[in-house]
């Protein structure tokens, strides 16, 4: 590589996202989950069961004021260990325990990181008054080491870090530093920020190469972005030095889990499979593979690629790429859903991507963008913002229901509803979105992930801006001490015509990086000036800026029939509907029931219709195609019998974006369908 780019996400603060898709999204977030992730972390959502998350902290609360009044007297709750997720035996009567999951403090963390990056968008000072409350509830639970996770807090801190493999301490600690970060980036109040940051320097004494500290890392990873993030905001080294003995640490022998567990080291076996499931069967800078956990996996490349970049550590950044090009090109979906099976919520082998059993977590998918974003952010190559946008618009997408009030933990491209409820395999495949789950990862990772997704659309160095997703926004951006305006319009992802107007203002050397989608095959540019320039994706825009330049792009958004690589065995002979960054799916409601019988004219051409889904205005594709129609006289020659053409009919296949799927009651869907 050249250089190392080193570019930076805007702030939120420097842009306002007017876009009318992403905008709705926006709204929806700030409007429906976050009021209801409040009431929900407060177990006040009727019929829900609790989540016990704000309770917790108030109990380790209450423990830290008994304690402060006793002093010396204070009796510290030896260990209690209470289960992966503890629930009250007499919900009466709960008493002073910890309840929820072993990561539920995550809840908050995410709300608060949703709530923060909100604020930027849009002001709202009665959010910010409970937001600040629920600070000083945590903030209260904090010990007077620095430490904050309230399972030890509750059950006993002499056990704490005993068990980094699951009990998600660290995991805890890093969505604790990224809310944090996040609220004081948007409101400028540092309290929590104070309160991460002793806990950081909590986890710095007890981590690290120094002779006596512990040499585990995390079990699931977040800390080694979330440190980073802390790096970058407070300017302390330490925090970088720390994500990158994680990062090194993982994988290294004797592997650290099984120190801490050698009841799962099977006698005289040496075996590295049991640490797949936590990317820690070898040392990061030599796994190829992605495998394991998907969610974890993802989190961690994408500390990886922070620490790679700020270190400029080539060896660390061929490991992410090559970890990055072993998901895009084996293991990803055509709606950017990964981790392919429910067993470990893992990536399964290559080329094994089953439609109707996918698992696909919404979480995966929002840290398949957390990756594209670092990478991005070391060497901007549009391969990596294609894949965030059909990640984006797609299989992240699809994890929250239009009205912004019911969400899918897992997306599936294939479903058949009462396979759902009659076939364990499928157990884990919703038809419909749920209202919340015990286990809240998804819906609070969409949130904090839509209310801050300006600083996904755009990155930043000194000269260059570059867009990586076309979204409608408002933004300033300095070149050599000078503010450039610049006001990007755009309809995406239904038409690709895009309008920039950028004020330059004098600033010399100011460039635009623009996006070449990987969906078209041509575009056309007016106003770049004489000498614009492709580059790994980007079309390079450098020219004299007079005092308002208008850049017009044109991406012609065609209807294109997918087909996937022949070794991924539940797609051979079916094609994929595209247009433009959107996935489409066949559904029921507009086909009629077993969508396993229609099949589409491969020759035929497709036409673009405006449609509306439950109120949402999207394009939907016709296309012509057959139903196999039933045949009485070979139906009653039962299961099997000889081979005869099927009789079909001729019908107008609708297909509609694949994230407005499951919006109109419990139906059959297909993404990809058989093409004549
Ligand atoms: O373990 C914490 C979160 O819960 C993971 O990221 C999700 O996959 C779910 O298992
Ligand atoms: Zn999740």
């Not at 805890?172 to 948007?186: D, I, M, S």
């Not at 080291?265 to 499931?277: D, I, M, T």
């Not at 797609?571 to 066949?586: F, N, Q």
Request: proline residues 5%; negative net charge.
């Amino acid at each position: 590589m050249e250089r190392w780019a080193n570019t930076a996400p805007l702030s939120l603060r420097q842009i306002q996202v007017t876009d009318t898709f992403w905008k709705k999204e926006m709204e929806l977030v700030r409007t429906e989950v976050i009021p209801y992730q409040w009431e929900a972390l407060n177990d006040r959502v009727e019929g829900a069961a609790p989540s016990f998350c704000m309770r917790n902290f108030k109990v380790a609360g209450k423990m830290n004021r008994e304690r402060q009044r006793l002093g010396q007297a204070y009796v510290e709750p030896a260990y209690t260990f209470r289960g992966f997720e503890a629930l009250p035996e007499d919900p009466e009567n709960p008493g002073d325990h910890f309840y929820g999951f072993v990561f539920q403090d995550s809840d908050f963390s995410k709300w608060i990181e949703a709530v923060g990056y909100s604020l930027t968008q849009h002001p709202d000072p009665a959010l910010e008054a409970v937001a600040d409350q629920a600070i000083d509830v945590v903030c209260a639970a904090q010990q007077p080491d620095g430490y904050l996770d309230t399972y030890y807090i509750i059950n006993g801190r002499d056990k704490t870090f005993s068990n980094l493999r699951d009990h998600h301490e660290l995991y805890c600690f890093g969505h604790l530093v990224e809310g944090a970060v996040a609220y004081y980036q948007a409101t400028g109040k540092d309290k929590l920020l104070q309160a991460a940051v002793r806990f950081a320097d909590y986890v710095g004494s007890c981590f690290g190469p120094e002779e006596g500290k512990c040499k585990g890392y995390p079990g699931h990873e977040i800390a080694e972005m979330a440190l980073v993030r802390l790096y970058e905001t407070t300017g302390e080294k330490k925090y970088l030095e720390l994500s990158r003995f994680f990062v090194d640490q993982r994988g290294t022998r004797p592997y650290y889990f099984d120190l801490e567990h050698p009841e799962s080291v099977k006698k005289g076996e040496e075996n590295a499979l049991r640490h797949f499931y936590h990317q820690a069967h070898l040392p990061v800078r030599q796994q190829e593979e992605a495998v394991g956990h998907a969610v974890r996996a993802v989190y961690l490349y994408s500390g990886m690629a922070d620490v790679a970049r700020l270190t400029e550590d080539a060896g660390l950044y061929a490991a992410c790429q090559k970890l990055w090009d072993n998901i895009v090109e084996k293991k990803m979906y055509l709606t950017g859903g990964i981790g392919a099976t429910h067993m470990g919520e893992a990536f399964s082998f290559a080329y094994d991507l089953p439609n109707d059993t996918a698992y696909a977590e919404t979480c995966a998918s929002i840290g398949l963008v957390f990756f594209a974003r670092r990478m991005l952010q070391i060497a901007p190559d549009a391969r990596y913002a294609n894949v965030m946008e059909r990640a984006l618009y797609n299989g992240i997408l699809s994890g929250m229901a239009l009205d912004g009030r019911n969400f899918f933990y897992v997306n599936p491209l294939e479903v058949e509803p009462a396979a759902c409820r009659q076939d364990a395999r499928k157990a884990h495949v919703k038809p419909v979105r749920q209202k919340w789950f015990g286990c809240a990862c998804c819906p609070p990772n969409l949130a904090r992930l839509i209310s801050s997704i300006g600083s996904y659309a755009f990155t930043e160095n000194e000269d260059t801006l570059f867009v990586h997703l076309y979204m409608g926004s408002v933004l300033t951006k300095k070149t050599g001490g000078k503010d450039v305006d610049i006001c990007v319009e755009s309809a995406f992802p239904w038409n690709g015509e895009v309008r920039i107007r950028v004020r330059a203002n004098g600033a010399k050397g100011f460039k635009l990086a623009l996006r070449l989608p990987d969906w078209c095959d041509s575009y056309a540019v007016e106003g770049a000036g004489e000498n614009p320039c492709e580059k790994d994706g980007y079309l390079y825009v450098q020219k004299e800026w007079g005092e308002e330049d208008t850049i017009s792009l044109s991406f012609p958004m065609e209807v294109k029939l997918v087909e996937a690589a022949p070794r991924v065995r539940e797609d051979i002979g079916r094609i994929a509907v595209t247009r433009g960054p959107i996935v489409y799916c066949l559904e029921e409601a507009d086909n009629g029931k077993d969508l396993h019988l229609l099949s589409l004219d491969g020759a035929a051409a497709p036409a673009v219709e405006d449609f509306c889904v439950c109120g949402e205005p999207v394009k939907a594709v016709l296309c012509p195609g057959y139903r196999r129609v039933a045949d009485e006289a070979a139906e009653k020659e039962g299961l099997y019998r000889p081979y005869r053409p099927a009789r079909k009919e001729a019908v107008m296949l609708r297909f509609i974006p694949y994230y407005t799927w499951a919006n109109r009651g419990e139906n059959e869907m297909q993404v990809w369908t058989r093409v004549e």
